[in-house]
């Protein structure tokens, strides 16, 4: 089995920075596109930035210039470097990445969601 764990949320005040990270482990064959999705109270969840095996990135417009989405493919971890955080990027993050297992099925995959609080 896989899993995606999570880790470097937290609360930070407005201006400030944080760095999550997400490893995902088990039975990989291989990692296609890695992404940060993120989900806040009373709203749909919504793609903050991905990259692909390649390093290629794109972001949501309300995050570029001050997220920074990066992968490390040795160790199948993705970051989410974030600067200059604002009230508004407060939120539940999630990363997802789609998987092809050794068992050569492939499909997306989640974590289990790290929150973030910018207090103004």
């Known amino acids: 089995q896989v899993q995606l764990v999570e880790s470097g949320g937290g609360l930070v005040q407005a201006g400030g920075s944080l760095r999550l990270s997400c490893a995902a482990s088990?039975?990989?064959?291989?990692?296609?596109?890695m992404r940060w999705y993120r989900q806040a109270p009373g709203k749909q969840r919504e793609l903050v930035a991905a990259?692909?095996?390649?390093?290629?990135?794109n972001y949501a417009d309300s995050v570029k210039g001050r997220f920074t989405i990066s992968r490390d493919n040795a160790t199948n971890t993705v970051y989410l470097q974030m600067n200059s955080l604002k009230p508004e990027d407060t939120a539940v993050y999630y990363c997802?990445?789609?998987?092809?297992?050794?068992?050569?099925?492939?499909?997306?995959?989640w974590g289990q969601g790290t929150q973030v609080t910018v207090s103004s």
């Open positions: 997802n990445a789609n998987i092809i297992t050794r068992q050569r099925t492939q499909r997306p995959y």
């Open positions: 990259i692909t095996s390649g390093g290629s990135t």
């Open positions: 088990g039975s990989i064959f291989s990692i296609n596109v």
